[in-house]
């Protein structure tokens, strides 16, 4: 949709605490930049909305206005879903903070913070909760997502560990979704992304995690039949307090590794042991099975340190294009597509991680959550990565070409949040397997005009005896993969 009429800025500014940032002001370019350089859209405004209140008020004005509308936690979003062209994206940064109860071992953070946030707070008093392995990820989209990260296989799924979401909805009604209230809504929301409101804040449960025992086994990357091969069998059978994620990397400049290391092509795995810390070597004894490493490190860590690990080789404003698959078993064939590729990295910053989302993630019955695959063992992710924006073309195609040779050995689905942009809606549907309909129902009741459409989108379904019309332009809001943007393509 391209709007021929000016936001009203001024209208929108009288009625909220926090700024409205139109093309005219200087911090226009800033505030619709985002983590993946890849993305480059035009806003026609970003609201930064400094409490519930703005949020309920950009709601109700962005509604009735008819414009197109998404929403930004921490700007991690690698298909750019925070973004639209012509649109307006409500911005959730300004609500970063935490609340830390140790007694009763939860966390609050508000909509806007990011995993480094919660981990600050929580680690004041030893506690952690399964998130992802970036501290700069936002809460938000991690949550909705599903989330998962070193301490899945001990802990669970993020999902699994919320307890309750203060959400603004379509019609600019603020609710609380639990177990107890609203229970479809906070069924979908674990798991069904962004589709059915504003998260303004999260309640977790937390867990006592304070040091950790990492390590990082690397192996030559013509080693990775035998090495993946041992990994597939080795970490399913391991003890809970063992996760370890799997990837296929060049070796980046810089400690903990040897010079004689760096710029190698390498797989490997990061290791992170939440068990007795006397324990870890011994049970990482088994990473001499595949043939000896070229590298092998370990140390103790607090856990702040160990998810902001990568965020330095990591840093915002890089170009991204990724695809993801979850799998049941590491076939020898997918063994054989791994190798190839992982020959073929096309520049230094890109890899292939497989995360496992088996042990604690296992346990909550197949149709508790939204996440539609709990007999997933692995959740991959295949990621071109670079500074250079002329190598766009050149990361797209390596990641296609990859996954498009990959997909036959999966699952079918992915997580959400690893669709790429560009993927058809179908991959939507093929993530939330037999979880779609029932997804689609509770989006009919919390968002029935589909207003939180700049996602990975459901639509809501038709009511009983009611043919869907085809919707008018102030209920339909085109999705982000589609409105023009200017990612990167082959």
Same mark, same amino acid.
């Given at each position: 949709?391209?709007?021929?009429?000016?936001?009203?800025?001024?209208?929108?500014?009288?009625?909220?605490?926090?700024?409205?940032?139109?093309?005219?002001?200087?911090?226009?370019?800033?505030?619709?930049?985002?983590?993946?350089?890849?993305?480059?859209?035009?806003?026609?405004?970003?609201?930064?909305?400094?409490?519930?209140?703005?949020?309920?008020?950009?709601?109700?004005?962005?509604?009735?206005?008819?414009?197109?509308?998404?929403?930004?936690?921490?700007?991690?979003?690698?298909?750019?879903?925070?973004?639209?062209?012509?649109?307006?994206?409500?911005?959730?940064?300004?609500?970063?903070?935490?609340?830390?109860?140790?007694?009763?071992? =939860?966390?609050? *953070? /508000? &909509?806007?913070?990011?995993? #480094?946030?919660?981990? !600050?707070?929580?680690?004041?008093? %030893? $506690?952690?909760?399964?998130?992802?392995?970036?501290? =700069?990820?936002? *809460? /938000? &989209?991690?949550?909705?997502? #599903?989330?998962?990260? !070193?301490?899945?296989?001990?802990? %669970? $799924?993020?999902?699994?560990?919320?307890?309750?979401?203060?959400?603004?909805?379509?019609?600019?009604?603020?609710?609380?979704?639990?177990?107890?209230?609203?229970?479809?809504?906070?069924?979908?929301?674990?798991?069904?992304?962004?589709?059915?409101?504003?998260?303004?804040?999260?309640?977790?449960?937390?867990?006592?995690?304070?040091?950790?025992?990492?390590?990082?086994?690397?192996?030559?990357?013509?080693?990775?039949?035998?090495?993946?091969?041992?990994?597939?069998?080795?970490?399913?059978?391991?003890?809970?307090?063992?996760?370890?994620?799997?990837?296929?990397?060049?070796?980046?400049?810089?400690?903990?590794?040897?010079?004689?290391?760096?710029?190698?092509?390498?797989?490997?795995?990061?290791?992170?042991?939440?068990?007795?810390?006397?324990?870890?070597?011994?049970?990482?004894?088994?990473?001499?099975?595949?043939?000896?490493?070229?590298?092998?490190?370990?140390?103790?860590?607090?856990?702040?340190?160990?998810?902001?690990?990568?965020?330095?080789?990591?840093?915002?404003?890089?170009?991204?294009?990724?695809?993801?698959?979850?799998?049941?078993?590491?076939?020898?064939?997918?063994?054989?597509?791994?190798?190839?590729?992982?020959?073929?990295?096309?520049?230094?910053?890109?890899?292939?991680?497989?995360?496992?989302?088996?042990?604690?993630?296992?346990?909550?019955?197949?149709?508790?959550?939204?996440?539609?695959?709990?007999?997933?063992?692995?959740?991959?992710?295949?990621?071109?990565?670079?500074?250079?924006?002329?190598?766009?073309?050149?990361?797209?195609?390596?990641?296609?070409?990859?996954?498009?040779?990959?997909?036959?050995?999966?699952?079918?689905?992915?997580?959400?949040?690893?669709?790429?942009?560009?993927?058809?809606?179908?991959?939507?549907?093929?993530?939330?397997?037999?979880?779609?309909?029932?997804?689609?129902?509770?989006?009919?009741?919390?968002?029935?005009?589909?207003?939180?459409?700049?996602?990975?989108?459901?639509?809501?379904?038709?009511?009983?005896?009611?043919?869907?019309?085809?919707?008018?332009?102030?209920?339909?809001?085109?999705?982000?993969?589609?409105?023009?943007?200017?990612?990167?393509?082959?």
């Amino acid at each position: 949709m391209n709007r021929t009429t000016p936001v009203p800025l001024d209208a929108m500014r009288t009625a909220l605490r926090g700024p409205v940032i139109g093309p005219q002001d200087p911090e226009y370019r800033p505030a619709g930049t985002i983590y993946n350089a890849m993305i480059d859209r035009r806003p026609a405004a970003v609201v930064r909305c400094a409490d519930t209140a703005d949020v309920m008020a950009a709601v109700d004005f962005l509604r009735d206005e008819g414009l197109v509308v998404a929403v930004r936690g921490g700007g991690h979003s690698g298909a750019g879903l925070c973004l639209v062209d012509d649109g307006v994206t409500i911005d959730l940064s300004p609500m970063r903070w935490a609340h830390v109860d140790p007694e009763a071992r =939860t966390a609050t *953070v /508000g &909509g806007g913070s990011t995993l #480094g946030d919660l981990d !600050h707070a929580a680690h004041a008093f %030893g $506690l952690a909760t399964p998130s992802g392995i970036l501290s =700069t990820t936002g *809460v /938000g &989209g991690l949550t909705l997502g #599903g989330g998962h990260g !070193h301490l899945t296989r001990k802990y %669970g $799924l993020t999902i699994d560990n919320l307890l309750a979401a203060e959400v603004v909805l379509a019609d600019g009604t603020p609710v609380t979704a639990s177990d107890t209230s609203h229970p479809d809504l906070f069924w979908a929301l674990r798991g069904g992304g962004g589709n059915f409101g504003i998260v303004t804040s999260f309640t977790f449960r937390m867990h006592p995690v304070d040091t950790v025992g990492v390590a990082v086994t690397l192996w030559p990357a013509a080693r990775i039949h035998d090495v993946l091969r041992w990994y597939r069998d080795f970490l399913p059978r391991a003890t809970e307090d063992l996760n370890g994620f799997f990837a296929s990397l060049t070796v980046p400049p810089g400690p903990p590794f040897p010079e004689e290391i760096h710029g190698r092509r390498m797989c490997g795995v990061v290791w992170c042991w939440t068990g007795d810390p006397e324990l870890l070597e011994t049970t990482l004894k088994p990473v001499e099975d595949p043939g000896t490493p070229a590298f092998h490190f370990t140390a103790p860590m607090p856990y702040p340190a160990l998810q902001s690990l990568f965020d330095a080789l990591l840093p915002p404003g890089l170009q991204w294009y990724w695809r993801g698959n979850f799998f049941d078993r590491i076939t020898d064939e997918a063994v054989d597509v791994h190798a190839e590729y992982a020959e073929r990295l096309p520049t230094d910053l890109s890899t292939m991680h497989l995360y496992p989302v088996d042990g604690a993630a296992h346990r909550p019955g197949p149709g508790d959550t939204a996440w539609a695959y709990r007999d997933a063992v692995w959740s991959g992710v295949i990621a071109g990565i670079d500074p250079d924006p002329d190598n766009a073309g050149r990361l797209r195609q390596w990641c296609v070409d990859y996954w498009e040779a990959l997909h036959p050995h999966s699952m079918g689905g992915t997580y959400v949040n690893f669709i790429g942009a560009g993927e058809t809606p179908d991959r939507v549907r093929a993530t939330y397997r037999d979880h779609y309909d029932r997804l689609a129902a509770v989006k009919r009741t919390y968002d029935p005009h589909n207003f939180f459409h700049a996602n990975q989108n459901i639509e809501p379904a038709a009511r009983p005896g009611v043919r869907r019309r085809a919707p008018a332009s102030s209920d339909r809001l085109t999705p982000a993969s589609s409105v023009g943007g200017r990612e990167g393509s082959p």
